[in-house]
């Protein structure tokens, strides 16, 4: 059987022009930092710093490795997976079995993690007031969903879906955003939290860049407003050959 075409690799821009990849990398994490209100978690992504090390140093100090000794997963990974789950309301049996960790130690981590972190357990308790009261969550933008399923099963979707579709509809907004004031990008797709569109290769230069990057800036109402940054990669070749480049070297 032949192999399966590499996808990314087959989605080129048009001739004579140049594909670009603007991600929301790490936006969940940062919408729940900011419905939990939580400085530390804020000042970190303010401040541009690797929220996975930073969590790490938070929770085990100098024991926390980066990279830890070649295995299927690194420290980070695991912590990555727990810090995740976590924040969904994962429970013991669950994270156990995803990390490979007993459920004694998984409960000593979400101890660990919601005594650094009390204003996300306080989020959970609001989401779960909502959904056991009204049945349903709404997100900063003011979309809601309703549920119709028992309430005490709802929380680990309830918090998922606020910082989940926050990020969609960011991504949306930008969408609409670019199409309104760049009529020389051409839109091609969304996924999730990323946007795909070409532009004329004429317009590779830092001026464009600073456009497109001011198009792509939507506010998300918080009382501590939060703009997520938009990550970029570009290709003259295709979608698969996208490299990241930080907007300072293209603007």
């Not at 809601?144 to 960011?170: C, E, H, M």
């Not at 091609?188 to 600073?210: M, T």
């Not at 792509?216 to 003259?236: N, T």
Request: hydrophobic share 40%; aromatic share 10%; charged share 25%.
């Amino acid at each position: 059987m032949k192999p399966l075409p590499n996808v990314r690799k087959l989605f080129m821009p048009d001739k004579g022009h140049i594909l670009l990849d603007c991600d929301l990398s790490g936006a969940d994490a940062q919408v729940v930092a900011w419905e939990a209100n939580d400085n530390d978690l804020k000042q970190a992504f303010q401040n541009g710093l690797d929220i996975h090390d930073h969590n790490g140093k938070s929770l085990w100090g100098d024991a926390y490795q980066r990279d830890a000794t070649p295995r299927k997963y690194t420290m980070r990974d695991e912590l990555k997976r727990a810090v995740h789950g976590t924040n969904y309301a994962a429970g013991l049996r669950t994270l156990s079995a995803t990390l490979g960790w007993t459920q004694q130690a998984v409960g000593s981590f979400q101890n660990a993690w919601f005594r650094l972190h009390p204003g996300i357990r306080e989020w959970h308790r609001r989401v779960e007031r909502d959904l056991q009261t009204q049945r349903r969550v709404q997100n900063k933008f003011g979309y809601r969903i309703i549920y119709f399923d028992r309430p005490q099963n709802l929380l680990p979707k309830g918090l998922a879906w606020i910082p989940q579709s926050t990020v969609a509809i960011v991504c949306a907004r930008g969408a609409q955003q670019l199409y309104k004031h760049i009529p020389w990008a051409t839109i091609l797709l969304q996924v999730h939290d990323s946007l795909v569109f070409q532009i004329p290769v004429h317009r590779d230069n830092s001026a464009s860049y600073r456009e497109l990057r001011n198009s792509l800036r939507v506010a998300i109402p918080y009382d501590d407003e939060l703009i997520i940054p938009w990550g970029l990669a570009l290709s003259s070749k295709s979608w698969g050959d996208v490299e990241k480049k930080s907007w300072s070297e293209v603007t």
